[in-house]
Nanobody
Framework: QVQLVESGGGLVQPGGSLRLSCAAS????????MGWYRQGPGKQRELVAT???????NYTNSVKGRFTISRDNVKNTVYLQMNSLKAEDTALYYC?????????WGQGTQVTVSS
């Protein structure tokens, strides 16, 4: 069965950086557009960034210029480099296909931005 395992979250001060990773298994990873999603406290889950099989990236406006999504089709892994983090980036971050597949949600990785 498909597994998506996120890692790399943590506690970081405002202005700091983190790099999230998502390792995929039991899926032909290179075929699919992948996405990073997040759900902040009291908020609905939102799509943050996507990357196509060919490497074209798109971002939600709030993270443009600060976050970079990338992928390694050999390692079946998608990354999210997050710079200049703000308190409002605090959320549980998930990866999934884009559009998301309900059964593929993993546990996510918590990112907390606080001084």
């Amino acid at each position: 069965q498909v597994q998506l395992v996120e890692s790399g979250g943590g506690l970081v001060q405002p202005g700091g950086s983190l790099r999230l990773s998502c390792a995929a298994s039991a899926i032909t990873f290179s075929f699919y557009t992948m996405g990073w999603y997040r759900q902040g406290p009291g908020k609905q889950r939102e799509l943050v960034a996507t990357i196509t099989s060919g490497g074209s990236a798109n971002y939600t406006n709030s993270v443009k210029g600060r976050f970079t999504i990338s992928r390694d089709n050999v390692k079946n892994t998608v990354y999210l480099q997050m710079n200049s983090l703000k308190a409002e980036d605090t959320a549980l971050y998930y990866c999934n296909l884009a559009p998301a597949v309900v059964n593929y949600w993993g546990q996510g990785t918590q990112v907390t931005v606080s001084s």
